[in-house]
């Protein structure tokens, strides 16, 4: 059975031609690892390529799927073979950033995939379980364009953001698990005295972008915001915490459900978590402003919720990388995964 699935995927790699695939020897050796018992980093890196390479083929029949599985797609269920990425998605791979949990056997996987359109790519991100070498759990989300998850997005700057956090530096005092599971019980905790160095060169990005942020009146900041670790973040106190912890990378996957509202900004709109009261409270106050210029077209406040994937890195005493990667749904919604 394995084997013969093994074989098909493999068969399967080429004829997709996507660029991410091993080559043949190493799949080779993949396979014979993939029938032993554990799934070391190469095996769990052989997994989210093989879920690529379905979604590419359109095929997610060939995956290995445990009896009974977990999945979402943007945040609400559905069987693989019903979601919208195995219709759309024509390439894809390989990951950009791959953090990857042998203890837990979970990876979180992001890049930016085409659905047919060179000048328009989305961004797939996602997490998968995997037990006994089947996928247990997979939780995917296909941002397409900014509106998604509430304002910054790009899948152009992606690739070249996320190199940088897969090559950290030979000599880093790495983090140990214990210390990665502290920092993602603290990011959305509702009481926590943490205090965290952020490295002067920390990387804070939302769906890919460096945040720029030039303010509702359009007169701030052209240069892009680095990480902070503020008192006032949004909390969520059924946050999923050490969903990936690689140690090896020093990254750490927390998932929170977050509760805010999408203001009008500027010409477009923006997502404002409701922990940020002073950010809401200063959209309220321009938004009267402009109403009584009497400019036309704006956005009435909406409440919403952002199911938050964060990606946080972490070594040398200090968090290297910040990712606050959101998918919205409609007001006070909770999560499929709880
Ligand atoms: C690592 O090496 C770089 C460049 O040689 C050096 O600047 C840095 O201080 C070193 N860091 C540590 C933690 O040893
Ligand atoms: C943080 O809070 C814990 C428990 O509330 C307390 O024991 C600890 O001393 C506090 N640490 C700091 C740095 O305030
Ligand atoms: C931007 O403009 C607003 C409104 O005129 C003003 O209150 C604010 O101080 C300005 N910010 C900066 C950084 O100039
Ligand atoms: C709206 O914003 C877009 C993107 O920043 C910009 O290209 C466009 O000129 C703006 N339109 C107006 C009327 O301000
Ligand atoms: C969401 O929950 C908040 C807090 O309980 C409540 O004030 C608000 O009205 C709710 N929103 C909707 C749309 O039900």
């Not at 240069?223 to 915490?241: I, K, M, Q």
């Given at each position: ?16 031609g996507a660029s991410s695939m091993l080559a ?150 790495k983090a140990s698990r214990a210390a990665l ?68 990378l020093g990254f750490v996957v927390t998932s ?83």
């Open positions: 059975m394995k084997s013969l699935f093994l074989s098909t995927v493999a068969s399967l790699v080429f004829a997709a043949a020897s190493s799949i080779d050796q993949h396979a014979s690892d993939l029938l032993k018992g554990d799934c070391d980093r190469e095996c769990m890196a052989f997994i989210v390529d093989q879920v690529l390479a379905s979604m590419v083929v359109h095929n997610p029949y060939i995956l290995p799927m445990a009896a009974i599985y977990q999945a979402t797609e943007n945040s609400h269920p559905a069987a693989l073979g019903m979601m919208t990425a195995w219709r759309t998605v024509t390439e894809a791979g390989p990951p950009s950033l791959l953090a990857i949990d042998t203890t837990q056997g979970s990876a979180y996987f992001a890049l930016d995939v085409s659905e047919g359109s060179d000048t328009e790519r989305s961004i797939l991100r996602g997490r998968v379980k995997v037990v006994n070498q089947e996928i247990t759990e997979l939780e995917v989300f296909i941002n397409r364009y900014r509106g998604d998850h509430g304002f910054s997005f790009s899948a152009a700057e992606l690739p070249s953001n996320y190199e940088a956090l897969m090559s950290p530096p030979d000599n880093r005092t599971t502290a920092l993602s019980e603290a990011l959305f905790a509702t009481s926590s005295n943490m205090s965290v160095r952020v490295d002067a060169n920390c990387q804070f990005t939302e769906i890919g972008w460096k945040v720029i942020d030039t303010g509702t009146y359009n007169n701030e900041t052209t240069t892009p915001l680095s990480c902070s670790w503020p008192s006032d973040h949004p909390t969520d106190e059924n946050a999923r915490v050490g969903l990936v912890i690689d140690e090896k929170g459900m977050i509760q805010g509202k999408v203001y009008p900004y500027q010409n477009v709109s923006a997502f404002i978590p409701d922990a940020m009261t002073s950010s809401q409270e200063a959209q309220n106050v321009w938004l009267n402003e402009v109403k009584a210029r009497g400019v036309k077209g704006l956005l009435a406040p909406t409440e919403a919720t952002g199911e938050t994937l964060e990606v946080l890195q972490y070594y040398n005493d200090a968090l290297q990388t910040m990712q606050i990667n959101v998918y919205m749904s409609g007001p006070n919604m909770t999560s499929a995964w709880l």
